[in-house]
């Protein structure tokens, strides 16, 4: 145990000399945790204290590991992700051009290129200008947002579905490996899951805010949340306004079941009335098109292990998907449904990144028999937080279900519906353990 102990502190010793931040994340972690844990019972806050300590330890060793693993006399820093080396060249070459500092042409032409533009370059532009150059520092940021987003939901979660289930989810997103990995990328993801996570919890206070002032303020808080979402991922607005509105209809729904059932059984009506409109119709069929092009880029253009949705004729040419016809174009529907929850298949491994991952898909197989086995209990326990929660991941699958062409891009969305999801989860855990801990006794 010593011996780990030490490892920890040496990793961390290697990270607070790589990067002045440092000492403001230290500040920061302190605080967010000190915040959020305020109100828990001794017992529970302790618990809670010691998970998050060794989740961050982690991911600080993780860090050093990445700054060791790299040979800096070849690359100027190493990274996890492609989409993250170009985050921080980004805002490397903005805090440049801020500061007065020569940058070669094609630098700067890439600097201000509209494709990729976002609020999150920015903001690591600006810390980089005040704490200077930090490729590895930037991390520590990530780990900031997405422990205070994992925290955040933690409270929200916990006073409506229990001790027990909230642990549970607590634990699995501080520890789950490809949501470890991006908890400390320099990616969007942590930042729009801090936001969202955030927005939800605004929605919240929306139906039990003690006073007008209060859920007043909270939709004013959502509406600048949409504000700064949508400056950092294209629809990133719309989506918190959307999931925010759709996720209180489905809770006051769900409040009775008798509402619930009228609900349930009016949607299909409701949808056909809607699609019998003409112009509704060409939209439909404008956002499957839409669809079927960005997939097809991501099987055809971009590299890595790709899989299918559409029918072998539409990967000759990306322009076949102005001709997608009522059977391909639900074919292509359902494909992507069943994919975003089987892909990858354990025995469709052909390479080692692919191979790794596949005990996590395992466990991800696992959580979505626990997600069924919960999602009843949380709707009877807490309709109102069941709701939101439901929504904000099924838009969230939505987005990804029929875009992705490219196993690593979807396990990296569907990561983003976890947030919302463990916590089902962690009901259908406690669920079967009651009815087991029963019949046994």
């Not at 805090?95 to 533009?117: C, K, Q, T, W």
């Amino acid at each position: 145990m010593n011996a780990r102990i030490a490892v920890a502190l040496a990793a961390a010793v290697v990270v607070a000399v790589l990067s002045p931040l440092t000492l403001w994340f230290a500040v920061a972690i302190v605080a967010t945790v000190g915040l959020l844990v305020r109100g828990l019972d001794g017992p529970e806050r302790r618990w809670v204290i010691a998970i998050v300590a060794v989740a961050v330890v982690l991911r600080l060793a993780a860090i050093g590991a990445l700054f060791l693993s790299a040979d800096h006399l070849r690359v100027p820093f190493a990274s996890l992700f492609g989409d993250e080396e170009y985050f921080i060249k980004r805002s490397l070459w903005l805090r440049n051009v801020s500061l007065g500092i020569p940058v070669h042409m094609l630098d700067l032409e890439y600097a201000f290129e509209p494709n990729g533009s976002s609020s999150f370059v920015v903001l690591l532009a600006a810390v980089q200008a005040v704490v200077g150059p930090a490729p590895y520092g930037l991390h520590l940021l990530s780990v900031v947002f997405y422990v205070a987003a994992v925290l955040v939901l933690y409270r929200v979660v916990r006073p409506g579905f229990g001790r027990a289930a909230s642990l549970f989810g607590l634990v699995l997103l501080l520890f789950l490996p490809s949501l470890f990995a991006w908890s400390i990328a320099v990616l969007k993801e942590p930042p729009f899951m801090l936001l969202s996570a955030i927005a939800l919890a605004l929605a919240v206070l929306i139906v039990r805010g003690s006073s007008w002032l209060v859920r007043s303020a909270s939709v004013f808080g959502i509406v600048l949340i949409a504000a700064v979402l949508q400056t950092l991922r294209a629809d990133g607005g719309l989506y918190v306004v959307a999931a925010t509105l759709l996720g209180l209809a489905l809770g006051l729904a769900a409040a009775r079941p008798r509402r619930l059932v009228a609900t349930i059984a009016m949607l299909p009506i409701a949808a056909a009335l809607v699609l019998r409109v003409p112009d509704m119709q060409l939209r439909a069929y404008a956002a499957l098109q839409r669809a079927a092009r960005q997939h097809w880029g991501a099987v055809v253009v971009s590299p890595g292990l790709g899989f299918k949705l559409l029918d072998d004729r539409f990967y000759a040419d990306v322009n076949l998907a102005s001709d997608l016809r009522a059977g391909e174009a639900a074919r292509f529907v359902l494909r992507g449904a069943a994919a975003f929850v089987a892909l990858p298949l354990p025995w469709q491994a052909e390479s080692r990144s692919t191979a790794a991952y596949i005990p996590e898909q395992v466990a991800w197989y696992a959580l979505v028999v626990l997600v069924a086995a919960g999602v009843a209990t949380a709707f009877r326990r807490d309709p109102q937080l069941a709701g939101l929660l439901t929504v904000y991941a099924l838009l969230l699958a939505l987005g990804a279900a029929f875009t992705d062409g490219n196993i690593g891009t979807l396990v990296r969305h569907r990561g983003l519906t976890l947030p919302y999801l463990v916590w089902f989860g962690g009901i259908g855990f406690c669920e079967l353990l009651t009815r087991a801990e029963a019949r046994w006794l």
